[in-house]
């Protein structure tokens, strides 16, 4: 894994974002004007997507144009008309006879508990990303999707703490390469994979130490507060290998052991975690080996959103909480 390289070292993916920091919501957009094939997975009890099912195999579409991550709730779903009005600007979409209809599948997170519940990404903040997508480095921390990102929330957003917006990305050699933006909104803690640190978490009453959410759940206290259901990791997944639609819904699933891997405890009932994996058709590549790093890649990018984060919201961020802020 490396530091320097984001999603956008996929040639092709060009990602932008739209960002309130008032109200402490925003939108992520992944462009991919050529077409892309694309599978999805979706895994926790509350999830909140929009045109997923066209995504399953048996169905007829089989690229997409973009991919929307947004805060704001099923309110943010929205912002996909953004992305599609300005894409049908640029005439990219499905040719349908009449018109060209842009693909573009979408997922939110919920966010609306840390700034302005009435601030929310609409079609305007859907257009503004994609006016903003480039290949440059993805910026990460407290943009886009991430704004109002939060994890650990155990006993709810007061004790969790901020999170945000990552990407990563994996030189596999030969030209093929692997990587990941997500937005980190979890139930569970954000931990170091390879030490098992919490880095993001429920933190304990009047102290600016964890409580460790998997171990206090075995508690009463724990267990008394386990209905609290404003979460999801929310992420896209892209490769310049040369897949079918039905391996892109591999990658997708495989992709969501670096959820697992990073998130602790992960895919619970008040979590609606949901990768999109994108393959732009470059390189010839084995399926089982994009898989396995395309997880490698979600793990990276979601300890680096954490990393990146600042304070806000009156929550403390990985850098306060190591002492750094």
Not at 77 to 106: S, W
Not at 138 to 151: I, L, S
Not at 190 to 207: C, M, Q, W, Y
Not at 238 to 263: P, S
Request: proline share 3%; with cysteine; hydrophobic share 45%.
């Amino acid at each position: 894994m490396t530091d320097q390289l984001t999603l956008t070292a996929i040639a092709g993916l060009h990602v932008g974002h739209a960002t309130d920091d008032e109200g402490l919501t925003g939108c992520t957009v992944v462009i991919c004007e050529d077409g892309a094939v694309c599978g999805v997975d979706q895994r926790g009890g509350a999830p909140g997507t929009r045109e997923t099912d066209l995504l399953r195999p048996l169905h007829m579409v089989q690229e997409v144009h973009a991919i929307l991550l947004a805060g704001g709730s099923a309110y943010g779903l929205a912002a996909a008309d953004g992305v599609m009005g300005y894409l049908e600007a640029q005439d990219v979409g499905f040719e349908t006879g009449p018109a060209r209809v842009p693909i573009v599948p979408a997922a939110i997170l919920f966010d609306l508990d840390l700034g302005d519940p009435q601030a929310r990404p609409d079609a305007a903040m859907g257009g503004a990303a994609c006016q903003a997508a480039d290949e440059a480095p993805v910026a990460q921390g407290n943009v886009g999707a991430g704004t109002g990102a939060t994890a650990g929330k155990l006993f709810g957003t007061g004790r969790a703490t901020k999170s945000g917006l990552g990407s990563a990305a994996i030189d596999l050699g030969g030209g093929l390469r692997v990587g990941a933006v997500v937005a980190a909104n979890s139930f569970g803690d954000v931990v170091d994979p390879t030490s098992g640190e919490i880095l993001a978490g429920t933190r304990k009453l009047h102290l600016n130490a964890f409580a460790d959410t998997l171990e206090t759940m075995r508690g009463m206290l724990g267990k008394a507060a386990l209905r609290f259901g404003s979460n999801t990791v929310i992420g896209v997944v892209g490769t310049n290998a040369r897949l079918t639609k039905e391996e892109a819904n591999k990658v997708a699933q495989m992709a969501q052991d670096g959820v697992a891997r990073a998130v602790r405890p992960a895919h619970t009932m008040v979590d609606g975690d949901t990768l999109f994996a994108l393959a732009t058709g470059e390189k010839r590549a084995d399926v089982n080996l994009v898989g396995a790093y395309a997880a490698e890649a979600v793990a990276a990018a979601i300890v680096a959103g954490v990393k990146a984060a600042k304070a806000c919201g009156g929550l403390p961020c990985w850098r306060d909480l190591r002492g750094e802020g």
